[in-house]
């Protein structure tokens, strides 16, 4: 599903024009995106998490020229679903029968 899918979809659910829904999705990305850059995490209940998970230095290798390459510590940024979020994927009888198909 892409975001506008998603967006025709709230907008078909919800009666709100799909410029606002657009709108309003497009923000809610903004203030994600921020918040991360700015070292805050997300919490969303009964959703999910966004976090920053930290990766610590390491040597890799290139090997094309067989050569050590160091890596320095970063953040990445992460989505952690929360247990209700798995439990409805767990429990969907769509996805079970698209798995057996």
Do not use: C, L, Q
Request: glycine share 4%.
């Amino acid at each position: 599903m892409t975001k506008a899918e998603v967006i025709a979809e709230i907008a078909d659910k919800t009666g709100i024009e799909k410029a606002d829904v657009s709108a309003t999705v497009e923000a809610f990305f903004k203030v994600v995106k921020d918040s991360m850059a700015d070292g805050n995490n997300i919490y969303v209940r009964g959703f999910g998490s966004f976090v920053n998970k930290k990766r610590a230095k390491k040597v890799a290798r290139n090997i094309s020229k067989n050569t050590s390459i160091i890596i320095d510590e970063h953040f990445i940024p992460s989505f952690k679903p929360s247990k209700t979020f798995i439990g409805k994927i767990k429990n969907s009888k769509k996805i079970k029968e698209t798995a057996n198909a």
